[in-house]
T-cell receptor
Framework: DTGVSQDPRHKITKRGQNVTFRCDPI?????LYWYRQTLGQGPEFLTY????????KSRLLSDRFSAERPKGSFSTLEIQRTEQGDSAMYLC???????????FGSGTQLSVL | GENVEQHPSTLSVQEGDSAVIKCTYS??????FPWYKQELGKRPQLIID?????GEKKDQRIAVTLNKTAKHFSLHITETQPEDSAVYFC??????????????FGQGTILTVHP
């Protein structure tokens, strides 16, 4: 499968714990996006990278959230001190240079107990 | 920032009928409008998109229309089939600057096609 891959598919954690998700974009895509989707809603933009540079962050991304893309390839999204309100599907997407077509991964479903 | 409203939230049709989903957007600078289909437990998949220099685009049974003046766009599915049943999301981009490629999504429409 040469699409966007995310790991893990599911994560259950206790409130207050830290979690980290990984995204591997389509190999020739230099743009990578993180979105969050809650039940019954459309995806909400969190942040995006062009190569290794993080170019924009949503105000939804509190100080407890951090994203990296150290070598311009895979990306990680870390949530520190998780809260129940963080429970959601975290979707990663990638797109080629100067092309706004987003290709999504299958997401990581986070449940905070 | 951009705001996208989508209607209806649910849509039920008989197989073979047409389905129409409508969206409005707020930012007149938006110039890219994709539609995504998401089946239960699966990733959103791009099914069709349109740019603001085009009024209509078709791909087999799917078409999208755009009215820039009114700031609304619609998805039309003809000859619906049970496998069209899914959640459909419209979206609009934030054009220009560092926001290139950032999308704002509508709330989604649950389409059910009854055999």
């Amino acid at each position: 499968d040469t699409g966007v891959s995310q790991d893990p598919r599911h994560k259950i954690t206790k409130r207050g714990q830290n979690v980290t998700f990984r995204c591997d974009p389509i190999s020739e895509h230099n743009r990578l996006y993180w979105y969050r989707q809650t039940l019954g809603q459309g995806p909400e933009f969190l942040t995006y990278f062009q190569n290794e540079a993080q170019l924009e962050k949503s105000r939804l991304l509190s100080d407890r959230f951090s994203a990296e893309r150290p070598k311009g390839s895979f990306s990680t999204l870390e949530i520190q001190r998780t809260e129940q309100g963080d429970s959601a599907m975290y979707l990663c997407a990638s797109s080629p240079h100067f092309n706004e077509k987003l290709f999504f991964g299958s997401g990581t479903q986070l449940s905070v107990l | 920032g951009e705001n996208v409203e989508q209607h209806p939230s649910t849509l039920s049709v008989q197989e073979g009928d047409s389905a129409v989903i409508k969206c409005t957007y707020s930012d007149s600078a938006s110039n890219y409008f994709p539609w995504y289909k998401q089946e239960l437990g699966k990733r959103p998949q791009l099914i069709i998109d349109i740019r603001s220099n085009v009024g209509e685009k078709k791909d087999q049974r799917i078409a999208v229309t755009l009215n820039k003046t009114a700031k609304h766009f619609s998805l039309h599915i003809t000859e619906t089939q049970p496998e069209d049943s899914a959640v459909y999301f419209c979206a609009a981009n934030s054009a220009g600057g560092t926001s290139y490629g950032k999308l704002t999504f509508g709330q989604g429409t649950i389409l059910t096609v009854h055999p």
